[in-house]
């Protein structure tokens, strides 16, 4: 297994730790290890691309697995925050059905020989996603940083409307007929 794959498997070995400092009380500082676990696993994910892009380590499991732990991060997050009362469930079943949607679209496209790339719409779906988990985890009670995670929760979830729009429509015909 190469380094950029390890990076990413310890991406998916943080996810337990970081629900449990989300989630059990009582634990001190909880959520700024949360918060720190969070953004550390976070950061993995662009730490493991850069070295499978310019050492040339990319890999079938890396293309896989890659993804798979981000939306498994994310998803973990969003589940946490339902838990919590930080987040409304039905825009969490919303943003977490995006996810399998173009997770089987991909699917499908690879089973035709394509592949779809991330998009604009996609990336920055996904940045704003990680600040408001951010944001949501540190969660002070101040009316200020309450109005910031609102706007960033109805951000996000416009983000992923708009980023499934967007996919839908420019790879629609591999749905079609399998090809591109």
Same mark, same amino acid.
């Given at each position: 297994?190469?380094?950029?794959?390890?990076?990413? *498997?310890?991406?998916?070995?943080?996810?337990?730790?970081? $629900?449990?400092?989300?989630?059990?009380?009582?634990?001190?500082?909880?959520?700024?290890?949360?918060?720190?676990?969070?953004?550390?696993?976070?950061?993995?994910?662009?730490?493991?691309?850069?070295?499978?892009?310019?050492?040339?380590?990319?890999?079938?499991? /890396?293309?896989?697995?890659?993804?798979?732990?981000?939306?498994?991060?994310?998803?973990?997050?969003?589940?946490?925050?339902?838990?919590?009362?930080?987040?409304?469930?039905?825009?969490?079943?919303?943003?977490?059905?995006?996810?399998?949607?173009?997770?089987?679209?991909?699917? $499908?496209?690879?089973?035709? /020989?394509? $592949?779809?790339?991330?998009?604009?719409?996609?990336?920055?779906?996904?940045? $704003?996603?990680?600040? *408001?988990?951010?944001?949501?985890?540190?969660?002070?009670?101040?009316?200020?940083?309450?109005?910031?995670?609102?706007?960033?929760?109805?951000?996000?979830?416009?983000?992923?409307?708009?980023?499934?729009?967007?996919?839908?429509?420019?790879?629609?015909?591999?749905?079609?007929?399998?090809?591109?």
């Amino acid at each position: 297994m190469n380094l950029p794959n390890k990076i990413t *498997m310890l991406r998916v070995i943080m996810i337990p730790f970081f $629900v449990a400092f989300m989630l059990v009380p009582g634990i001190p500082f909880g959520k700024y290890i949360a918060v720190g676990i969070f953004i550390l696993a976070s950061l993995t994910d662009t730490l493991d691309g850069y070295l499978a892009r310019k050492y040339n380590l990319i890999s079938n499991f /890396g293309k896989f697995m890659d993804p798979l732990a981000d939306k498994l991060l994310v998803s973990s997050a969003l589940i946490c925050f339902v838990a919590l009362h930080t987040m409304p469930a039905w825009v969490v079943i919303i943003i977490i059905s995006r996810e399998f949607i173009i997770s089987g679209f991909r699917l $499908v496209a690879s089973d035709a /020989g394509v $592949v779809i790339a991330a998009s604009w719409w996609g990336k920055v779906k996904t940045v $704003v996603q990680m600040v *408001m988990s951010v944001v949501l985890i540190l969660n002070f009670d101040i009316s200020v940083f309450h109005i910031l995670e609102q706007v960033l929760i109805y951000s996000a979830l416009v983000l992923t409307v708009v980023s499934l729009v967007d996919y839908l429509v420019k790879n629609w015909k591999v749905m079609n007929d399998g090809n591109m």
